[in-house]
C-alpha cells in the first residue's frame, strides 16, 4: 500500500500565523493528493482535491502544493476555527490510503 | 444539499456481521458522476478507506478486508450498504460513508456523520 507520512504529528500556532503542513508519499502519485480537515465530533472535510485545487465553499487563506511525492498544505493567516486535524489523502491507486493527521492546536 | 446519513446497530458480538446502510438524500445515487463509499476510522489506525462502489454495482475494496467486505447499492432506495463479516474488537470503529468524484485525484467530498460501532460480546 501506498504510506503517506505527514509532518509534524502537531503543532500549536496563534491566530494570525501561517502554518504548513507536509504530506510525503512512499512513491510518486503525481498530483493524485487530497486534504481534509476535521473537527471533533465530525467527519472529515475536504479541503484541496488534486494536490492543489480549491474544494468549493472552503476559504482562500487554503491552498495546497506540490506533486510527485512531497506536498504541502499552507493556512496563510490561521484564524480561530481552523483549529483542527488535517489529514491527507492519496488517491492515485487502491486502496486509498490516508497520512496519520496533524493536529494544530492553540499556542 | 446532498446529505448522507448512516444507519445499523452500534453493538456487534465477535464473530458476527456487521451491517450499515447510507441513505443519500438531496441527490441521486445513479448519477454518472460519482461512486459512494466506505471509510473507517479508529484511534490505533486513523482514517482507513473500506471500499467504494458504482451505481451499477462495481465494487473496489481494500485488500486488506476483502475477503470479509460487501458493499451493496439499491437505487431504489438511494442506498448504500456495508457488511463486514466476522468481525473482531479490531474493527470497531466510528464508520462514515461518502460520495466520491471519482475524477482527478478521487476525493471523498461529501460525508455522512458517522456511526460508532462496538464490537463487544
Same mark, same amino acid.
Given at each position: 500500500?501506498?504510506q503517506?507520512?505527514?509532518?509534524?504529528?502537531?503543532?500549536? =500556532?496563534s491566530v494570525?500565523?501561517r502554518?504548513?503542513i507536509?504530506? $510525503?508519499? @512512499?512513491? %510518486?502519485? +503525481?498530483?493524485?493528493?487530497?486534504w481534509?480537515?476535521?473537527?471533533p465530533?465530525k467527519a472529515?472535510?475536504?479541503?484541496?482535491? =488534486?494536490?492543489?485545487?480549491?474544494?468549493?465553499?472552503?476559504p482562500? $487563506?487554503? @491552498?495546497? %502544493?506540490g +506533486?510527485?511525492?512531497?506536498?504541502t498544505?499552507?493556512?496563510?493567516?490561521?484564524?480561530?476555527?481552523?483549529?483542527?486535524?488535517?489529514?491527507?489523502?492519496q488517491s492515485?491507486s487502491?486502496?486509498?490510503t490516508?497520512?496519520?493527521g496533524?493536529?494544530?492546536d492553540i499556542? | 444539499?446532498?446529505?448522507?446519513?448512516?444507519?445499523?446497530?452500534g453493538?456487534?458480538k465477535?464473530s458476527?456481521?456487521?451491517s450499515?446502510?447510507?441513505?443519500?438524500?438531496?441527490?441521486?445515487?445513479?448519477?454518472?458522476?460519482?461512486?459512494?463509499?466506505w471509510i473507517?476510522?479508529?484511534?490505533e489506525?486513523g482514517?482507513?478507506?473500506?471500499?467504494?462502489?458504482?451505481?451499477?454495482g462495481s465494487?473496489?475494496?481494500n485488500?486488506s478486508l476483502?475477503?470479509?467486505?460487501?458493499i451493496?447499492?439499491d437505487?431504489?432506495?438511494?442506498?448504500?450498504?456495508l457488511?463486514?463479516?466476522?468481525?473482531?474488537?479490531?474493527?470497531?470503529a466510528?464508520?462514515y460513508c461518502?460520495r466520491?468524484?471519482?475524477?482527478?485525484?478521487?476525493?471523498?467530498?461529501?460525508w455522512?456523520?458517522?456511526?460508532?460501532?462496538t464490537?463487544?460480546?
Amino acid at each position: 500500500d501506498m504510506q503517506m507520512t505527514q509532518s509534524p504529528s502537531s503543532l500549536s =500556532a496563534s491566530v494570525g500565523d501561517r502554518v504548513t503542513i507536509t504530506c $510525503r508519499a @512512499s512513491q %510518486s502519485i +503525481s498530483n493524485y493528493l487530497n486534504w481534509y480537515q476535521q473537527k471533533p465530533g465530525k467527519a472529515p472535510k475536504l479541503l484541496i482535491f =488534486a494536490a492543489s485545487s480549491l474544494q468549493s465553499g472552503v476559504p482562500s $487563506r487554503f @491552498s495546497g %502544493s506540490g +506533486s510527485g511525492t512531497d506536498f504541502t498544505l499552507t493556512i496563510s493567516s490561521l484564524q480561530p476555527e481552523d483549529f483542527a486535524t488535517y489529514y491527507c489523502q492519496q488517491s492515485t491507486s487502491t486502496p486509498f490510503t490516508f497520512g496519520a493527521g496533524t493536529i494544530v492546536d492553540i499556542k | 444539499q446532498l446529505q448522507l446519513q448512516e444507519s445499523g446497530p452500534g453493538l456487534v458480538k465477535p464473530s458476527e456481521t456487521l451491517s450499515l446502510t447510507c441513505t443519500v438524500s438531496g441527490g441521486s445515487i445513479s448519477s454518472r458522476s460519482y461512486y459512494w463509499g466506505w471509510i473507517r476510522q479508529t484511534p490505533e489506525k486513523g482514517l482507513e478507506w473500506i471500499g467504494t462502489i458504482y451505481y451499477s454495482g462495481s465494487t473496489y475494496y481494500n485488500p486488506s478486508l476483502k475477503s470479509r467486505v460487501t458493499i451493496s447499492v439499491d437505487t431504489s432506495k438511494n442506498q448504500f450498504s456495508l457488511k463486514l463479516s466476522s468481525v473482531t474488537a479490531a474493527d470497531t470503529a466510528v464508520y462514515y460513508c461518502a460520495r466520491v468524484v471519482w475524477s482527478t485525484a478521487p476525493q471523498f467530498d461529501y460525508w455522512g456523520q458517522g456511526t460508532l460501532v462496538t464490537v463487544s460480546s
